[in-house]
C-alpha cells in the first residue's frame, strides 16, 4: 500500500486533502480538500458535465435537494432494502461488513487458529479476554503478538475448546475475522440501514421523545423495546427526513417538470445531475474511496424500452472512453466487470462496474446499469402522477388516421405512449479523483527510472521523505491539472522580471480563465520545477535577463522535460492548444 501513503503524504504536503476538524483531533471518514484538491475535484467534476451535458444536445442538468421526504425513499426502496449487513466485533468493539472481511485462517494441520493481534499490548489483552470470558480454561498459546487458540474439534460451523475442566466451549465459526483487529468474535450479522435520519422540526427530536412517549415523568416507559421504537417512530416520523443517499431519486421525481419545462426533449433524452450523497458506511476505507459524505456525477438516460438495450451498450462504451481520455494506464488499470444474474436488482437486466486497479486491488468507480422502466413506474405508482412519455408526432399520425377511417382504437398504444426505461451512469466524483491521481502519479529515482511503489517502497518509511532524490511526477491530464501554468522569475529579487512574470500571468488568466501560479521562492529553478511537477502543472514557464532584451521565456514540459526557448507571445497559444487536447 505504499503508493497509497505516498499519494496522501503528498496530498497533506501539498494541499489537496486534509483531515477534517485536525486540530479538533480529527473525524474519521471526514476530508476537507485543499486549495489543489478543489481544482482538480472542479475540474474532474467539469469535465465530466462537459462531456454528459455540453457536448450532447439530448442531456440536460439538474440540482435537487439533499434532504429528503420519507415518501421517496420509501417509493424507492431504500427505506426497506438499502442495508448492508453489520457485524460486532466483541474484542475491537467495531462493526463491518461480513463480505468485506476475509476469512478466518484456519490451519487444519495443527488444528488451530492463528489470530495476529496489532501489538504485543493488545495480544496479551484478547489472550485474557479469550481465556475469561470466550473460552474458560481453553488452551491458548501466545507468541509475541500471535495468539495460537488449540481447537480440539471444528465441525465446519463450531469451534469446539475442550477445557482443563468442565464441560467445552462452542464458538460460533462465521468463516470471517475483523481485518482491523483479526478478531473472530463476533455477534450474529443483522441489517443495518444506510441512510441518515435528520428531522424538521425546531424541537429537538430528543426532547420530544421524551415528552411524548413519558408523558411527563408521569408514566412508565413501555418495557418492551419494540414497542418504544415503534412509538418514538410514530412521534418522531411527521419531521423525519433524510439525507439523500444518491442523486438518481432527485431526478426521478423531476422527470415529469423537466419534461413539461423542455418539450422539446424527446427519448431518447438524458437528466444529469452532480451533488453530494450521504451513506453512513459501515466502514469507511481508503481516505476518499468510502467516506459518509461523497459526491455522485449520475446521469439518467431515458429511453423507449426496445433501445434500452442498444443504449446501454452505447452508454458503456462513452463512459469507458471519458475514462480512457484522462487515464495513463487505460489498459492495465481499467476494466469493465459485468455483474453476475444474481448480484442484478431484480428489475435490471443488466449492470456493469468499471472497475480502476488501486494498490489495494480492484475497486468500483462508477456503475452503469440498465434499470427498465422501475424508478418511474415505482414513483408513478406512489404518487397517482403518470410519468410517461408520449411521441407526440405518432401520436398526432395516429389521431389523423382515426379520424379518416373513423375506427377509435385504445389499445396497441405502445410505441405512442410509454412509461421509459432508464440507463444510469452513476459515477463517485471522489473516488475518481482518487483513482486518477493514482493513475498519474510517477515516481523517478536519481537516474530517471521509474520506481514500482509497491514493490521498492516497502521497506521505506515515510515516501520521497527519506529518499530525497526520488521525484513525483503527477502526470495529470492537462485540464484535470490544479494549476495549468507556473510561472518563474529567473531571481524573485528582480522588478523587472517579477513585473514581466505578473504581466504574461495576467494575460493567460484573462484570456484563458485558468489558474496560474507565479512561483516567487528564491530556491533554485530546478527545485521549483520538480515542486510544480509533484502537483502535476502541465508547463512551467521561466523568465530571465535575457527574456526582458529580446521577449524570448523558456516553457518546459512537465512530461517529457523538454524546454523550448519561444517567445512570450507564443506562450497562449502552446497552452490553448495543449489544453485542447
Ligand atoms: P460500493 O459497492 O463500493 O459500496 P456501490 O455499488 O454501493 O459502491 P453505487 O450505489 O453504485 O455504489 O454508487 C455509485 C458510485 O458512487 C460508486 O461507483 C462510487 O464511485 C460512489 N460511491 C458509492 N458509495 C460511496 C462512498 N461511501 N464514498 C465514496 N464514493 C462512493
Redesign the pocket.
Known amino acids: 500500500m505504499s503508493a497509497m501513503r505516498h499519494l496522501l503524504d503528498l496530498c497533506k504536503r501539498r494541499g489537496f486533502l486534509f483531515q477534517s476538524a485536525e486540530i479538533h483531533g480529527g473525524l474519521r471518514g471526514a476530508y476537507d480538500y485543499g486549495p489543489l484538491g478543489v481544482e482538480l475535484k472542479r475540474n474532474v467534476s467539469q469535465e465530466w458535465w462537459n462531456a454528459m451535458v455540453y457536448q450532447r444536445c439530448d442531456v440536460v442538468g439538474i440540482d435537487t435537494a439533499i434532504i429528503t421526504p420519507p415518501a421517496v425513499l420509501k417509493t424507492s426502496g431504500h427505506v426497506d432494502q438499502f442495508t448492508d449487513e453489520m457485524v460486532d466485533s466483541k474484542l475491537s468493539k467495531d462493526r463491518f461488513r461480513p463480505d468485506k472481511a476475509p476469512t478466518l485462517h484456519f490451519d487444519k494441520e495443527k488444528m488451530h487458529i492463528p489470530i495476529t493481534a496489532p501489538d504485543k499490548k493488545t495480544a496479551k489483552l484478547w489472550e485474557h479476554e479469550i481465556r475469561t470470558n470466550l473460552a474458560p480454561g481453553s488452551s491458548i498459546s501466545r507468541e509475541g503478538k500471535s495468539i495460537f487458540l488449540k481447537m480440539d474439534k471444528f465441525n465446519g460451523s463450531e469451534i469446539i475448546l475442550e477445557q482443563e475442566s468442565g464441560s467445552p466451549v462452542t464458538i460460533p465459526y462465521k468463516g470471517y475475522v475483523d481485518p482491523a483487529s483479526n478478531s473472530p468474535f463476533l455477534t450474529e450479522a443483522r441489517p443495518f440501514n444506510l441512510m441518515f435520519k435528520t428531522y424538521l422540526d425546531p424541537i429537538d427530536p430528543i426532547d420530544k421523545v421524551i415528552t411524548t412517549t413519558l408523558d411527563g415523568t408521569k408514566t412508565t416507559p413501555p418495557m418492551d423495546l419494540s414497542q418504544t421504537r415503534q412509538s418514538v417512530d410514530k412521534t418522531l416520523y411527521p419531521s423525519l427526513t433524510y439525507l439523500r443517499p ?1 442523486t438518481a431519486q432527485g431526478v426521478f421525481i423531476n422527470y415529469a417538470t423537466v419534461q413539461r419545462s423542455h418539450p422539446h426533449l424527446k427519448v431518447p433524452f438524458g437528466i444529469a445531475q452532480i451533488g453530494k450523497s450521504f ?1 453512513n ?1 459501515i466502514r469507511l476505507e481508503h481516505a476518499i ?3 459518509p459524505e ?1 459526491e ?1 456525477m449520475e446521469l439518467e438516460y431515458f429511453v423507449a424500452p426496445w433501445q434500452a438495450d442498444q443504449e446501454f451498450t452505447r452508454w458503456r462504451k462513452s463512459r469507458m472512453d471519458w475514462w480512457k481520455r484522462f487515464s495513463r494506464n487505460f489498459e492495465t488499470r481499467f476494466r469493465e466487470r459485468a455483474h453476475a444474474q444474481d448480484e442484478l436488482a431484480h428489475y435490471s437486466s443488466g449492470c456493469v462496474d468499471v472497475e480502476y486497479l488501486f494498490p489495494w486491488g480492484w475497486g ?4 452503469i446499469a440498465n434499470r427498465g422502466d422501475f424508478d418511474l413506474r415505482m414513483h408513478s405508482e406512489a404518487t397517482g402522477i403518470k410519468l410517461q412519455y408520449t411521441d407526440t408526432i405518432l401520436m398526432q399520425e395516429r389521431q389523423q388516421r382515426e379520424k379518416a377511417t373513423g375506427v377509435k382504437k385504445t389499445e396497441g398504444l405502445d410505441r405512442e405512449r410509454f412509461i421509459p426505461h432508464v440507463v444510469e451512469s ?3 466524483l ?2 475518481a479523483m482518487l483513482a486518477l491521481m493514482l493513475d498519474a502519479m510517477e515516481v523517478v529515482d536519481e537516474q530517471g527510472k521509474i520506481v514500482d511503489l509497491e514493490q521498492q517502497m516497502a521497506s521505506i518509511i515515510g515516501s520521497t521523505d527519506n529518499n530525497k532524490n526520488w521525484r513525483t511526477v503527477m502526470k495529470l491530464h492537462p485540464r484535470l491539472a490544479p494549476i495549468k501554468v507556473a510561472i518563474l522569475p529567473l531571481v524573485s529579487n528582480n522588478p523587472d522580471l517579477v513585473d514581466l512574470c505578473q504581466s504574461l500571468s495576467s494575460e493567460l488568466r484573462a484570456e484563458l480563465q485558468i489558474p496560474v501560479s507565479v512561483e516567487m521562492q528564491s530556491t533554485t529553478i530546478g527545485k521549483r520545477y520538480y515542486r510544480m511537477d509533484e502537483v502535476g502543472t502541465p508547463w512551467c514557464v521561466t523568465v530571465d535577463y535575457e527574456s526582458l532584451q529580446d521577449g524570448q521565456v523558456t516553457i518546459r514540459d512537465r512530461d517529457t522535460g523538454v524546454q523550448t526557448r519561444v517567445h512570450y507571445s507564443k506562450i497562449l497559444e502552446i497552452v490553448r492548444d495543449g489544453l485542447r487536447l
Open positions: 444518491e451513506r458506511e474511496f468510502r467516506t461523497f455522485q468500483e468507480v462508477e456503475g452513476s459515477c463517485g471522489n473516488r
